[in-house]
């Protein structure tokens, strides 16, 4: 497994290569799939679905690993918060408001992720399955707003008015993700990734305060029960960077506005991602110089994981993704 | 002049305070002088009413300088540029998309500014006034979008497949920059500040080849015409932090991702900005708590001037904003 043996460190021919959203509105197959399930929550939880969803970027791209296919609101729902997803429109969250009427939730409450994992496992060859989940402050902010947001004001004033109240959600949530992503490790994920949304919208003091103390936690439970690499996404990169060095995590998924030059030489930790996805909307030519310029400049052979920043647009072109992944796979490293 | 005396690094009794927009939307007395004139761009040529506009925040908050009314745009219009305002939309912008067919400017042209700046000069008692302009990048981008835009894709992909054009653009902009600067400092301005709204979308290697390039000689030519203090103002400031510390420029207003104790330990820049404007939306104890506990951490008694992270908001509340000026002016530094 290519991306497993980057992640150690080992000598590799090539860098490996995943697309955040690999497998979404992007891909006429994956289009065609949804017709059988509008209501994207059920859709999600359609084991054959979503698993077919999720073996689209093998057949179609041909890269180096397969995260499942769902939503990082997925385990929000057992824990007593109704979630809709309107077509065309953001998600939608509804809840009490009290932190003592929401539950503690086990994994056999999401069963059909584990299922999920363990099937793609199945058909995914020597690939590596991914795993995730959305960070606790992330989905504490959809929880407080109700749904995305401009400016996060709500969940801002919430974290300033009634810290401790806010400490208590982000406690549970966390509890809870231990739960999640360890039911998907034992599923067989590989890796498992945790999604940063909305982090970059805090200031840096309640980044430490309330995103990074739960993170530390999260990671330090999965470390303790598992080996798996864990990898941590955040939008928004170049400005909490310093904060994350001595987080319990292996991979810091970066999106454009960090150096990432730098941070090779400076870190001990993997990097993934970084690579402007605006790129797809250029011309194959200027695609294919960008990401092989990319590429060359990299001061690192290995503890690298090609992704862009961001993940894949619904407006972006199959054949061009295609093309970047073509175009990442025949860098070779060995020259 | 406090502002002046903490940037020129003297003792100071308090830290000088004034608030991007703070003469906007929010306060009741800039939409009624509003009503006067209803086209936002003949707005801010009327000199009478938006030097009154300019003077709001003295009467109302007690600020420590005050900025002229205008907007980033008003040097675009006689390089040719159409700008135009519909009513609570962003603004939209066409031109032929030629730089050949684009306009050098002198300060004739937008005299009207000159004569803002030096009318309030005059009317500002002991205040100083801060003159101001849009960053090259930032205006560049608005007139490849046409207008705002969330992910500034055209302006990516002018960049990376038109680069030699896109410089040329920029160096016009700085030329022309560098004039409105000149002039506005000629009509008495005693500090300049550039304001870069949009270089946070771009990828590091970007910002550095285009936004910091110009950015570097608008500031270079203003240092050889006037010694006055030259700020930089943009958003998402936590991620190009490094970049800028050898840029010719005395001041970075920052926002809040920036982790201002960390940076005031160790740049010799002046800083400015970096409470999030977030919290005036909570209660007043909690506004008037974190505003203390804010100023109270800082590490610098000088070089330090109070404002928010990014302007006032429209739905502010003036009684608020009022209370927020009140307890930096409250916060000694003598004790």
Redesign the interface.
Known sequence: MLLLKSLRGEEIPRFPVWLMRQAGRYMPQYRELREKEKDFLSFCKNVELATRVSLLPLELLGVDALIIFSDILVPLEPMGVRVEFAEGEGPRLFWEGKVESLKKIDFSQTAFVGEIVAKLKALAKDLPVIGFCGAPFTLMAYMVEGGSSK???KT??FL??EGEKAQRLMSLLTENLVEYLKGQVRAGADVVQVFDSWA?H????EFQTYAQTHLRRLFEELKKFSSVPLVYFYR?????L??LEDLPVDVLSVD?????K?VMRESSKALQGNL?P??L???EE?LVE?VRDFLKGLPRRTLYVFNL?HGLMPDMDLQKVRLLVDTVKSHSLSC
């Open positions: 400016d996060f004001r801002k004033r300033w008015e970059l805090l200031p840096y003091e928004g990169s170049g400005s909490f310093r904060a454009w506005t960090v150096d990432i730098s402007d605006a790129l909307y250029c011309s200027v960008k920043g």
